[in-house]
C-alpha cells in the first residue's frame, strides 16, 4: 500500500486526490494532510482518512485539533511547516499549496529524495533551476498533475528526450479568448471560465492566460526543452491536453475526458493507470479538433512569461511575485483588470539579472518584489 502525503488537501487538487484515493482504498494509505485555515473540511478529512500527521496554519485552530484527536501529530505555523516537510513517512506527496508558500516544503522533500507529484505551478516557476539541480542530487522523482504536463509526460512514456521536436501545451483560451480586453472587465467575469472549476487565483490566471506562461516555464524546466519548442496552442474544447511533436513529424496527442483526477491517479500510480467511473469520450460525438494560435499582444502575460525565461531565472521569481500581488489585488476590486500584465511588465523592468542559488535567497527576493509591486501599483 502506497502512503501519500497531501500538502493543500482542502483545495481542489486536494479534494481531487482524496477522490481518487477514496475510491483506491486498497492502494493508497493517507498519512499527512496539509491545510490552510479551512479547518472544517479538515476535520472531515481527518476523521474519514485518519492521517497520522496534520498541519494547519493557525495556533487557535490548531489547539482546537489537539483536543479533538488525541493521536495525531498536529503541527502549524512556519516551524511546523517545516517540520511537517521534512518527515519523509510516506511513498508520495502531492504539492498543491498555493502560490509561493509551496517553494520551500516541495524543496525539503525532494531535498531528502522523496517522489513528489507538482501541481503548484509556482514552485517550478519560481524555483526551477534549484528544484531540478536538488531532485537531480538526491535521486527523487518529480511527477506532475497538471492534465497539460500530465498529458506532455505521458505522451513521451517510453520516448526519448532527443527525440521531441516541439512540446504544443493546449490552453482553453480562458474566458476573454474571443471578447475585448478592457478596463471594465469585473471579477465575476474572470472569474467565468467556460472549461474548468478551479481555485480564485488560477482561474484569473487562465483569463490573462499567465496561468500557460507559468506553464510554458514548468515544461521547460520538467522536460528540460528550449523555450522554442514549447508551442502554446489554443484548443477550447478542453479534449485535447497537450501534445508532442518528435523529429520524424509525428503528433502523439493526449485525449481524455476533463477531470484533474486522471492525471492525479496517473501520478499516484506511476507508471500505471488506474480505473475510474468518469464517464469516457464518445469519439463520434466530437465534431472537431480545432486549435488556434494565441494573441500575443492580447495576452500580454504570456508574452511575459517568454520574455521572463529569455531574461533568466532571477526575472521568473518577479514574474511570479508581481502577478500574485497583482491577482490578488485584481480580486479585491482595488485595481483594473488590465492592471495586471501593465503592472507586471513595469516591476520586471525595475530589476537587472540577481543570481539566486538557496531558496532563502529566492524567497527574501520573492518579498523585495511584492514590496516593489504594491509600492508602485497601490
Not at 487557535?60 to 479533538?68: Q, V
Request: net charge negative; with cysteine; glycine share 6%.
Amino acid at each position: 500500500m502506497k502512503k501519500v502525503a497531501i500538502f493543500g488537501s482542502t483545495g481542489s487538487i486536494g479534494e481531487s486526490t482524496l477522490n481518487v484515493i477514496r475510491e483506491n482504498k486498497d492502494k493508497f494509505e493517507v498519512v499527512t494532510l496539509v491545510a490552510g485555515k479551512n479547518i472544517e473540511k479538515l476535520i472531515e478529512q481527518i476523521k474519514e482518512f485518519q492521517p497520522k500527521n496534520v498541519y494547519i496554519i493557525d495556533k487557535e485552530n490548531a489547539d482546537r485539533l489537539k483536543e479533538t484527536f488525541k493521536n495525531i501529530n498536529i503541527y502549524y505555523g512556519d516551524v511546523g511547516m517545516e517540520e511537517i516537510s521534512q518527515l519523509v513517512d510516506f511513498d508520495i506527496s502531492i504539492s498543491a499549496l498555493v502560490g509561493i508558500a509551496g517553494l520551500k516544503p516541495t524543496y525539503n522533500m525532494i531535498k531528502n529524495g522523496k517522489t513528489v507529484a507538482l501541481a503548484n505551478k509556482e514552485v517550478l516557476v519560481a524555483g526551477g533551476e534549484l528544484i531540478m539541480k536538488t531532485a537531480k542530487e538526491n535521486n527523487a522523482k518529480l511527477l506532475t498533475v497538471d492534465s497539460e504536463h500530465s498529458a506532455i509526460m505521458q505522451c513521451l512514456n517510453g520516448e526519448e528526450n532527443n527525440e521531441i521536436d516541439k512540446i504544443l501545451l493546449t490552453a482553453s483560451g480562458g474566458p476573454f479568448f474571443d471578447k475585448e480586453i478592457t478596463d471594465k472587465i469585473t471579477v465575476e467575469e474572470a472569474l467565468n471560465h467556460p472549461t474548468w472549476s478551479m481555485g480564485k487565483k488560477v482561474t484569473i490566471d487562465s483569463s490573462t492566460m499567465m496561468n500557460k506562461g507559468f506553464e510554458v516555464i514548468e515544461a521547460k524546466w520538467l522536460f528540460n526543452v528550449e523555450p522554442s519548442q514549447i508551442e502554446v496552442v489554443v484548443h477550447r474544447k478542453s479534449l485535447v491536453h497537450s501534445m508532442v511533436q518528435f523529429k520524424d513529424g509525428t503528433i502523439m496527442a493526449n485525449i481524455g475526458p476533463k477531470s484533474m483526477q486522471i492525471p492525479i491517479a496517473y501520478a499516484l500510480n506511476f507508471p500505471n493507470r488506474l480505473p475510474n467511473n468518469i464517464e469516457k469520450l464518445n469519439l463520434f460525438e466530437i465534431v472537431d479538433l480545432k486549435f488556434e494560435k494565441p494573441d500575443l499582444n492580447k495576452f500580454k502575460c504570456l508574452q511575459l512569461a517568454y520574455e521572463a525565461i529569455k531574461r533568466g531565472h532571477s526575472f521568473q521569481v518577479v514574474l511570479n511575485a508581481a502577478n500574485e500581488v497583482l491577482v490578488d489585488s485584481f480580486l479585491n476590486k482595488k485595481i483594473k483588470y488590465t492592471d495586471i500584465p501593465l503592472g507586471i511588465e513595469k516591476v520586471m523592468n525595475c530589476y537587472e539579472k540577481r543570481q539566486l542559488k538557496t531558496v532563502e535567497e529566492i524567497l527574501d527576493f520573492d518579498k523585495e518584489v511584492r514590496e516593489k509591486t504594491r509600492e508602485i501599483m497601490m
